[in-house]
């Protein structure tokens, strides 16, 4: 059976982009997300993925503090534009 994650406090998402080589300074932040460097496609790759992942965990009733590890990897990865 499993258990119902007690918040414990703030949690959020940062992702950074390492492939940036164009001299552009790309930085997309949120009320729980920050998103930084990176390509512009990569970067917009990202701003993607975290809006996904959070329009699903809203669809689940679940914020980002209550939700388990596994759970949100899995969300992720569902997110992820092809």
Known sequence: MSKKRKPTGKAG??????D???????????DKFAIVGGS???HGRMTET???TF????????GLEEVEPKELAEIIH???PE
């Open 40 to 42: 512009d496609e990569t």
């Open 50 to 52: 975290v809006i996904k």
């Open 55 to 62: 329009e699903e965990l809203k669809n689940r009733g679940k």
């Open 13 to 18: 998402l940062l992702g950074i982009g390492l």
């Open 78 to 80: 569902r997110a992820k």
């Open 20 to 30: 940036n080589q164009d001299g552009h300074k790309r930085i997309t932040t949120g």
